[in-house]
């Protein structure tokens, strides 16, 4: 796709992502880059290069980027789910499970926000509902992992 269109913000988008889960952060910078240039207001990238930035340590950027993404389409639960996980890695886990509502209310049948949102409520000391949403984690998709919720952030 980024062969036939190079400028396309969605295909740049999805590369951006797979570099980036390579560990690749140079490529995945470049068509990030690509991708906002072409279309500065398309939510995904700037949630790409938010989830970028943190990986980069960049983490009042990551923070901006993420936010805005959520300004651009409000009714998406990734943005928030990110910017929880991001939040939750500093240790500021209330605001994480409050993100995680919101993402919640989005979009109810997201496993991850679930089971995050659990994991983070059983580790503020509120078992009974980090209970009640791990256990609905479990009906919605039993394969899902804590994996999502772990300290490696966005």
Known sequence: ????????P???TYLAR???TRGELDSAGAHVLIALNAAPDYWDA?????RLAYRLHQDSAAARLMERAHALA????DPLFFLATMRAAE????????????AEA???AQARTRICRGWYLKQLGQSGEADAELKRTLELDPAVSLGNCLATGP
């Open 91 to 102: 240790g500021r886990l209330a605001v994480a499970v409050t993100l995680l509502s919101e």
């Open 46 to 50: 700037n949630l790409s290069a938010g």
């Open 74 to 77: 409000p009714e998406e639960p």
């Open 106 to 108: 989005i979009d109810p």
């Open 10 to 12: 969605i295909p740049n």
């Open 1 to 8: 796709e980024v062969a036939r269109e190079p400028k396309s």
């Open 18 to 20: 797979e570099y980036m």
